[in-house]
């Protein structure tokens, strides 16, 4: 305890000094607001706009959540299929790859053009982006399982499904985690460049990728720089329920959470 | 209507002319014949690559001989699965479910009732004195905590047959005494008969009626010797002379098979 505390206090320092030394760089090379603003602006920013900031952090938490949980159903679905029929897999499973090296900020555009504009077109650009890890993990766990521990299920005649759902998925849920981190941290990136194309219904009011295009535009760089920030701690958010989820689920019995706080 | 003889002619496990080729063509047994007797603790015992797991396999159905036949109560091993239970050399036990639910997994795949269930894993549990982790992970156990928790799992289905595949070769001396010990006073209790794999000739003997000593390259029977000590058999046995004997005399006929092999295969390189 005493150790983390010191641990956040030294963090706490070097990041107070880098907001000083940003503050007083601003000042001495006497950089234009539009440009660079100091870390005061951008607070003056967040206090002045911040209903609006709220709203576009919320847009895009739904968007990005929406996505990232249709990830999780729909690869867990494809990956027991993939684990039911080898011959499926082996076929299928090198284009789940390219859902992984597809550039999304080349392919968004498309997708707002043939989806149209709104939520939903967003939530599923972050789908996308998310949808390669949670197979890939999912089907990996679900396919290595110990095999005495096959041959314990075929003594006592288990069917089929009893072998995937009692053997088969709990063996998976450490590797689904996995695939869950890393998908928690690109769902946000997958929401935000989704809405950099997505045009909005309302001029000024939309998520936060739109509205980092707006300020951009509109040269407002103190609440531009406001967005990013609030899009970091979005990612960062998102990648913590992720982690808290696995600690929550594995804790008690897999050999990785030993530890009694998420670390 | 069968005659008591017809009845007692049917071996409670008949392994007749069995060999077991792998894919990758080698021969792993070769012309295997024994029959078990209800009620009988025999021992599979010989060198590594001898096939003494594969060969339980065999029995258990879990693969298939590529000659000759295996009949367990005069049906077909897989048929005759409910009667029988395997324990593994590793606990194997599933680690995301406590001691009880991996106790019940048999009974729960089996789709008994779930207050039955609660009720016989409770029972077993006290039985091998497991009550006090009933409720803790498996890796919160030690190993030979672990190894009564997969006892426990074989025997609450309550099998007539056991096949244990080097259950305790992972635990240190004092803990395989004692599951031993502990496993003879179940066996005396509910006469199973019993197929047991090991590499160890004192554990052998002291558990065993008869031990089937296997050689290897392809894996054949070298020599089936009764053991003779007296029944019950309790830790002291361990202490005495005749006890000390048949394991000197076993370890001779072990190390018979492995010379007359290393002889072998010098010869087959000269």
């Keep these: 305890m005493k150790r983390q505390f010191w641990f956040a206090l030294k963090s706490l320092i070097v990041l107070a000094c880098l907001l000083t030394l940003w503050h007083f760089a601003v000042?001495?090379?006497?950089?234009?607001?539009?440009?660079?603003p100091g870390p005061y602006p951008v607070a003056m920013a967040v206090k002045d706009r911040l209903p609006d900031l709220l709203n576009s952090l919320l847009l895009t938490t739904e968007a990005a959540a929406m996505g990232l949980a249709g990830s999780v159903v729909a690869g867990v679905a494809v990956a027991l299929i993939f684990a039911q029929w080898r011959a499926l897999r082996q076929l299928l499973f090198p284009y789940t790859i390219l859902l992984q090296t597809v550039p999304i900020v080349a392919i968004a555009p498309l997708i707002i053009m043939w989806a149209g504009s709104g939520i939903y077109p967003v939530a599923l650009i972050a789908f996308i982006i998310c949808l390669a890890p949670i197979i890939a993990n999912t089907t990996q766990g679900l396919i290595s399982v110990e095999e005495n521990l096959l041959h314990l299920f075929l003594m006592h005649n288990a069917t089929r499904m009893q072998v995937l759902f009692k053997l088969r998925l709990p063996n998976a849920m450490p590797n689904l985690f996995v695939g869950i981190r890393i998908s928690s941290g690109i769902a946000v990136v997958g929401a935000i460049v989704g809405e950099l194309f997505a045009s909005s219904s309302r001029v000024g009011v939309g998520g936060l990728g739109y509205a980092i295009t707006y300020a951009s535009a509109q040269l407002e760089t103190d609440y531009l720089f406001a967005l990013v920030l609030a899009a970091t701690v979005l990612g960062f958010a998102f990648f913590f329920i992720g982690?808290?989820?696995?600690?929550?689920?594995?804790?008690?019995?897999?050999?990785?959470?030993r530890s009694d706080i998420p670390e | 209507m069968v005659s008591p003889k017809a009845q007692n002619a049917v071996a409670e496990v008949a392994i007749d002319g069995v060999s077991k080729q792998f894919r990758s063509g080698a021969l792993a047994l070769r012309n295997i014949s024994m029959h078990v007797e209800k009620g009988e603790f025999v021992s599979l015992l010989g060198p590594s690559g001898c096939g003494k797991s594969t060969l339980l396999k065999l029995v258990s159905g879990l693969t298939q001989p590529t000659s000759?036949?295996?009949?367990?109560?005069g049906i077909t091993p897989v048929q005759a699965r409910e009667l029988m239970s395997f324990i593994f050399q590793d606990a194997t036990l599933l680690p995301w479910r406590t001691v009880e639910q991996n106790v019940g997994l048999g009974l729960e795949l089996e789709h008994t009732a779930r207050q039955i269930r609660k009720e016989k894993v409770a029972r077993m549990l006290e039985l091998v004195g497991l009550t006090h982790v009933a409720t803790r992970f498996p890796r919160?156990?030690?190993?030979?905590?672990?190894?009564?928790?997969?006892?426990?799992?074989?025997?609450?289905?309550?099998?007539?047959?056991?096949?244990?595949?080097?259950?305790?070769?992972?635990?240190?001396?004092?803990?395989?005494?004692?599951?031993?010990?502990?496993?003879?006073?179940?066996?005396t209790e509910h006469h199973w008969t019993v197929l047991f794999v090991t590499h160890s000739v004192a554990e052998a003997v002291f558990l065993s009626k008869r031990i089937v000593i296997l050689a290897p390259h392809p894996g054949r029977i070298a020599h089936v010797v009764p053991v003779e000590l007296p029944w019950p058999r309790t830790a002291e046995l361990r202490l005495t002379p005749a006890y000390e004997h048949e394991v000197a005399r076993i370890s001779r006929l072990l190390r018979s098979v492995q010379t007359a092999q290393s002889e072998a295969s010098e010869g087959g390189i000269a």
Aim: aromatic share 10%.
């Design chain 2, 68 to 73: 000759g036949a295996i009949k367990v109560k």
């Design chain 1, 27 to 36: 000042i001495a090379l006497n950089i234009p607001k539009y440009i660079l």
């Design chain 1, 243 to 257: 982690m808290f989820l696995e600690w929550y689920f594995l804790h008690n019995w897999h050999e990785s959470n």
């Design chain 2, 140 to 187: 919160q156990l030690s190993g030979g905590m672990k190894m009564r928790v997969s006892i426990a799992r074989a025997l609450v289905s309550r099998p007539r047959i056991l096949l244990l595949d080097e259950p305790f070769a992972a635990l240190d001396e004092m803990s395989r005494d004692r599951l031993n010990e502990e496993l003879l006073r179940l066996y």
